[in-house]
């Protein structure tokens, strides 16, 4: 069982920036490929980012690259979200999620993976 806990969310100003943090046990870290998920109130969750088990690959929702960054410390069995610019219309709940596998057909989808946290609000002011 891999347990997955979230930090760093918190009140924000439009333009500022954000980390978020997301500390993972219970698995041998670099085996899991590892995302990131945001939710609207009322919405699905919302794909933002993944990584593979070595930080080798990532990949990113269309609308959101070049303002969030994903990133692992493997040592630290830690996965990071930076997140720049951010905008009002960016709170939301985010959310990390842990896979077995990287790069499948729902990797992009909230069923593609197993494992998740319990989430940390992000509420952007204008």
């Known amino acids: 069982q891999v347990q997955l806990v979230e930090s760093g969310g918190g009140l924000v100003q439009a333009g500022g920036s954000l980390r978020l943090s997301c500390a993972a046990s219970?698995?041998?870290?670099?085996?899991?490929?590892m995302a990131w998920f945001r939710q609207f109130p009322g919405k699905e969750r919302e794909f933002v980012a993944t990584?593979?088990?070595?930080?080798?690959?990532?990949r990113y929702a269309d609308s959101l690259k070049g303002r969030f960054t994903i990133s692992r410390d493997n040592a630290q069995n830690t996965v990071y979200l930076r997140m720049n610019s951010l905008r009002p219309e960016d709170t939301a709940v985010y959310s990390c999620?842990?896979?077995?596998?990287?790069?499948?057909?729902?990797?992009?989808?909230?069923?593609?993976?197993?494992?998740w946290g319990q989430g940390t609000q992000v509420t952007v002011s204008s």
């Open positions: 219970g698995r041998t870290f670099s085996t899991l490929a």
């Open positions: 990584i593979s088990g070595s930080g080798v690959l990532t």
């Open positions: 999620a842990a896979s077995n596998y990287f790069g499948t057909k729902t990797a992009a989808t909230a069923v593609g993976y197993s494992y």
